[in-house]
Nanobody
């Protein structure tokens, strides 16, 4: 069983910031991703990052969110700035063994439990 330890969610006002972390003790994935799911909506891609730290972002978060990873700590981060109420969702960390980037949730092998992010207006 692969552990994926998410943290950093919470309640913030619109315009504020949060930083999510996802630690995967003892395991380095080829690609790490953050997805989110709001009530009544499908899970959607937020950002991904390859092992060589190449990031990809959903259009809705470009310029506001930054994904990064520290391979020495087996941890991926999502810095979220200028948060909007529509960013409210459960955010999931995902790991893909393959080193090729993918935007498809079905290509990810392991998932965290999710952390709630709520942005008030």
């Amino acid at each position: 069983q692969v552990q994926m330890e998410e943290s950093g969610g919470g309640l913030v006002q619109a315009g504020g910031s949060l930083r999510l972390s996802c630690a995967t003790p003892g395991r380095v994935f080829g690609v790490m991703g953050w997805y989110r799911q709001a009530p009544g909506f499908q899970r959607e891609l937020v950002a991904t990052i390859t092992i060589d730290r190449t990031p990809t972002y959903a259009d809705s978060v470009k310029g506001r969110f930054t994904i990064s990873r520290d391979n020495t700590k087996n941890t991926v981060y999502l810095q979220m700035n200028s948060l909007k109420p529509e960013d409210t969702a459960v955010y999931y960390c995902a790991g893909r063994r393959n080193i090729d980037a993918s935007f498809l949730s079905r290509d990810y092998d392991f998932w965290g439990q999710g952390t709630q992010v709520t942005v008030s207006s």
